[in-house]
């Protein structure tokens, strides 16, 4: 199976379960790799062909700029869903990080993995 990625997509959002948090976006990191098969698209050249991974990082950044989620985790659901949809897509791994949101680490997060059903 082939892969597309998008590797470190900084926006900023809403996220967090403390009050401090709800109240001003914070930096929110996003790193995607999708699975799919990019054989016709090597043939045809053609993007209607391919993931267009240029649209799939505009439509994650837009929903997690928008969605305030309370946790990371909800978050990273909710991108899982939104690769899902393209159809080509069969699988996706979706990494959803807050740098600084631990003192003395870099970042903290979740990455889930989650398939096309059938």
Not at 81 to 107: N, Q, T, W, Y
Request: net charge positive; charged share 35%.
């Amino acid at each position: 199976m082939d892969k597309v990625f998008i590797k470190d997509l900084l926006v900023r959002g809403i996220i967090g379960i403390r009050e401090w948090e709800r109240k001003k976006p914070q930096d929110i990191l996003i790193n995607v790799t999708v699975f799919t098969d990019t054989t016709r698209a090597g043939e045809t050249d053609d993007i209607n062909d391919s993931v267009d991974y240029s649209a799939l990082a505009k439509k994650m950044q837009s929903h997690a700029e928008t969605s305030a989620r309370l946790t990371v985790e909800a978050l990273a659901n909710d991108l899982a869903k939104i690769c899902l949809d393209i159809p080509l897509v069969k699988k996706v791994i979706v990494r959803v990080e807050k740098p600084g949101a631990v003192r003395f680490a870099k970042s903290v997060g979740v990455e889930v993995e989650r398939k096309r059903d059938g």
